[in-house]
């Protein structure tokens, strides 16, 4: 079955340019698929596969090839439906590892249940967010995406909807595939893969299949300084004639800046190489955040990132199955992926303290400052940036490990699966590079072995040496995930009605998830300078759940089926603490949908449920642990107090659970319907509408600064290790008072028409968004927007999300010309320097629609080979300027929403045996 995605309404005119010839004249309908009777996503009840009362999409092998993607991130976050997901790029400057994920219409990666042959698999961390890369890509044999609630059946988690990943069955022969990617500006960026795929025996035939496929992928990395939209975090740009200056530069510089505090409690900043030399130096400016008590140099650390780190993957997936009798299948599969991903951002921030009787503070401070403040100095610090150490260079290396093992088949009247289920997601973070061993480096501060007020280059080759040997190589984190369960399901039909056979369908399951992270006795003994080790955890908890499935086809015409489920949760037992957190939980969720076909060629479908999800085990059991500093630069915020830093600054961030968190809950509905005249022309429309309540929120920075008197409570203070110095700092707590309301429009078209001289295929989808709302962090009842709008959550809910494509195929050759849309926004607020006042002032972007076309070639040269070439971004569109300041080191634009590969070309080719 071809690529069925749901399509928008604005773009249409630059989409129908390029389709409207191909929808008009369309002739032949998809081919037929085996009556057979299968179980869909959705539900739990085996039947003929046939449009159903729940939108389902599907992906088949070829429509995944015809994708171009080269991996299932890829793949599933390039669907219209998809919003709101990570993307591997956020590994620039976070601790993610370059997880991706998937969340439907923008609800969230939590919202969105993904599964692997209708079973979970474990999360990267403690959350429900499954990390794509687990996925091995070439075992797939297609994707389900139901994109309604499906908490009724499966638990927890499916407000958005479910993600299904089908693998192979039943193959015979082999099948070796391999692809080459390079983007045509620079070989910055390229990648490659290689995969091999063999099954023997049939099911049918030889009682037993067996399957293994293994795949290789590589991809290098992309600096900011290899695209010129990326290069430096000092951006000039215009606006309506206007010429601005936006300014992301960080006051950890090289040389250093210092801070002097007061015996009155006044603090200053300023650079002594600036206020000696009058300007500053190399890839340094004059910040555009001082104030009247600072005079700062400012470091454009994106200047020394990558955009896109390099990465290599390995997966390896077997299935083997065995019919026990005619009637039933005994299975066990095994899935293992090996990420390991490398990210490098700026050189690390290394603040010291100077002593007042110190050559550091005679030669540097001292001379610029006036005799009263030098009678009356308190403390005096560094703010250094370790550029003679190299980037900050963090290999994660993610180890995914999934093992089912099972039967299906029919007992009597009964159709009955059931399965062990033990999966494992396990990081290891290590430094490779850029971070400083504490004891030499404070030893070369002791010993004056270098000069932290030299500009770059300027160190001796002696203390380039030093510096060569204090660099700390090995392991400072490990974390895993570990689900067990046991699962059961079966499905029967009970009795006759008019429209035919009702049928019943009941399951129940039992999971326990662990998740475990420790520090490793490097980062926990203090070898590294400044570092803060991430938190031990020993944190576990068991639920239960049991469902009913109920399809009655009252007519010929009308099809009905009701669902409900009870899921219970135990308490979350801290094997740090040795004691029980939070209280046991249940849920209970209901889901009605129906069918009405008075045609052949008009079908209409809705329903109506509820769904949850559970607190993850963080958001009960984190103790307040240090979670990084804030996106933004804010004054302090109380005056006057020794607990401020100089000027406009970054501040420290602390995050921490609470144990009263109760599950978030939904109400949902979907109403549709598939238009299909002829066997020539389909289109298929889903309004769908999602409402939250008790959604875990917590209070933004923003807010937090913007009221320091309404917020005081989540002020806190934090300490640094290497100086002692201790400041402001945040508290970010989750709590029970969120409401969200997301509300839009997915439609499909598609057609299909038969020439002399071969078939022309035209789709085009797209997903109209109307409502993206929710309240502000930390109230109950105060409204904002994301639609079309860089939003309080740090995201944009796009209105329109559109792909086209049209397939003209003649013979053995086939072309596909795609387009992708997505539209313009209101970007995030920012302070930029207006050139023309020289003053600041506060500002929002708007940042224009995103388009590019994808061309892909494919020639079967025999039936076991064929070539696929294709170009992504023909047009080489470059991302739009964004001012945002989330979501990574990257400045200039936003990774999430606009591809920094530019133009790539690809080539793919696949032999069967």
């Known amino acids: 079955m071809q690529l069925q995605e749901k399509i928008g309404v604005r773009a249409v005119r630059m989409a129908m340019s390029l389709l409207a010839g191909s929808v008009l004249i369309t002739g032949h309908a998809m081919a037929e698929e085996q ?30 090839a015809k994708s171009g993607a080269t991996s299932v991130a890829e793949l599933i976050q390039a669907l219209p439906a998809m919003q709101g997901f990570n993307i591997a790029a956020t590994a620039a400057g976070s601790d993610s590892g370059g997880n991706v994920n998937a969340s439907i219409h923008n609800i969230g990666a939590d919202y969105t249940l993904v599964l692997l042959d209708g079973r979970r698999i474990a999360p990267q961390r403690d959350g429900s967010a499954v990390n794509l890369n687990s996925i091995p890509m070439s075992a797939v044999e297609r994707v389900e995406i139901l994109t309604d609630g499906a908490s009724a059946l499966y638990g927890s988690d499916a407000i958005g909807g479910v993600l299904n990943f089908i693998m192979k069955k039943n193959m015979q022969g082999g099948n070796v595939e391999a692809t080459y990617n390079t983007p045509t500006d620079s070989r910055a960026g390229q990648s490659h893969d290689f995969s091999l795929t063999y099954g023997v025996g049939n099911l049918e035939d030889d009682r037993f299949n067996l399957i293994m496929s293994y795949r290789h992928d590589e991809s290098s990395k992309v600096k900011a300084t290899d695209r010129s939209f990326a290069k430096s975090a000092y951006v000039p ?137 030098a009678a009356n100095v308190s403390k005096v610090s560094g703010n250094y940036r370790t550029y003679d150490w190299g980037t900050r260079d963090s290999q994660t290396l993610t180890n995914s490990t999934h093992f089912v093992t099972g039967a299906e088949g029919t007992i009597g009247a009964w159709n009955f699966g059931s399965g062990l289920t033990w999966s494992r997601n396990k990081a290891e973070d290590r430094y490779t590079g850029g971070y400083v061993l504490a004891k030499e480096f404070t030893d070369m501060l002791k010993n004056n072995s270098f000069d932290p007020f030299a500009p770059i280059g300027a160190q001796s080759d002696a203390t380039k040496a030093l510096i060569a040997n204090s660099v700390f190589h090995g392991t400072v984190r490990e974390a895993a995930t570990t689900l067990k369960g046991i699962d059961a399901h079966g499905s029967r039909e009970l009795f006759a009605l008019p429209g035919g056979a009702t049928n019943i369908g009941i399951g129940a399951d039992v999971r326990e998830y662990h998740f475990e992270q420790n520090a490793s006795d490097a980062a926990n003994s203090g070898v590294i300078y400044n570092f803060n080790a991430a938190p031990a955890y020993d944190l576990k908890r068991k639920s239960a759940g049991a469902f009913v499935e109920f399809n009655a086809p009252v007519t010929k015409q009308v099809e009905m089926t009701l669902s409900g489920r009870y899921d219970s949760f135990g308490k979350v037992a801290n094997g740090i603490e040795n004691r029980d957190m939070g209280e046991k939980q249940s849920s209970s969720t209901y889901k009605i949908s129906a069918r009405y076909q008075p045609a052949k060629s008009f079908l209409m479908r809705g329903s109506y449920g509820t769904g949850f999800k559970a607190p993850g085990l963080l958001d009960i059991g984190q103790p307040l642990v240090n979670a990084g500093f804030t996106a933004s630069s804010y004054t302090c915020p109380q005056v006057g107090s020794d607990l401020c830093r100089p000027g406009k600054s970054q501040y420290n961030v602390f995050q921490g659970g609470n144990e009263n968190l109760k599950p978030e809950k939904s109400k949902q509905y979907s109403i549709g319907f598939l238009f299909e005249p002829s066997a020539a022309f389909s289109l298929r429309m889903d309004l769908w509408d999602v409402r939250m309540k008790d959604a875990v929120s917590s209070v933004s920075e923003q807010q937090i600064f913007a009221d320091p008197v309404k917020f005081g409570s989540l002020f806190t203070s934090y300490t640094e290790p290497a100086t002692g110095d201790t400041y402001f700092a945040i508290k970010q707590l989750s709590v029970n008072i969120g409401q969200k309301h997301n509300q839009g429009i997915d439609y499909d078209l598609n057609s299909m028409h038969r020439f002399s001289f071969g078939k022309l295929t035209a789709n085009l989808a797209g997903t109209y968004m109307m409502k993206s709302d929710y309240t502000e962090a930390g109230t109950l009842d105060k409204w904002t927007s994301a639609l079309n709008f860089y939003g309080e959550d740090q995201k944009v809910a796009f209105r329109h999300i559109v792909r086209a494509s049209t397939t003209l195929e003649t013979g053995a050759l ?11 926004y209101t970007d995030q607020e920012a302070t930029v320097r207006n050139l023309s ?35 992504k971004n023909i047009l080489n569109r470059e991302p739009p300027l964004s001012l945002r300041n989330s979501s990574g080191h990257q400045v200039g634009f936003d990774p999430r929403y606009a591809d920094p590969m530019l133009r790539t070309f690809y080539m793919t080719g696949n032999y069967k045996f």
């Not at 086939?814 to 313009?824: I, V």
């Not at 500002?843 to 070439?869: C, H, M, N």
């Open 837 to 871: 006042t020289n003053k600041n002032q506060t500002i929002r972007l708007e940042v224009p629609s995103y388009i590019t076309f994808d061309w892909q070639g494919r020639y079967e040269f025999t039936k076991a080979f064929a070539l696929r070439a294709g170009i």
């Open 814 to 824: 086939s072309n596909t010309l795609t387009m992708n849309y997505r539209n313009g």
């Open 35 to 64: 009556v057979q009777k299968v179980e869909i996503t959705g539900s739990s009840i085996k039947r003929i596969a046939v449009e159903g009362a729940l939108p389902v999409q599907r992906l088949s092998q070829e429509a995944i």
């Open 237 to 373: 740009f215009s606006v309506n004639g206007t010429n601005y200056v936006y300014d992301r530069t960080s006051a950890a510089t090289v040389p250093a800046n210092v801070s002097v505090t007061f015996k009155d409690k006044s603090v200053i900043g300023f650079s002594p190489y600036l206020m000696a030399n009058g300007k500053c130096p190399e890839r340094n400016f004059v910040s555009l955040n001082n104030t009247a008590t600072t005079n700062n140099c400012a470091f454009d650390f994106a200047s020394t990132v990558e955009i896109v780190p390099q990465n290599k993957r390995d997966s390896f997936f077997t299935k083997g199955v065995f019919k026990v009798s005619s009637d039933i299948e005994a299975f066990a599969e095994l899935s293992m992926t090996r990420l390991d991903l490398t990210a490098r951002i700026a050189p690390n921030t290394a603040p010291f303290s100077i002593a007042t009787n110190s050559a550091l503070y005679t030669q540097n401070v001292l001379p610029f400052l006036t005799p009263a403040q």
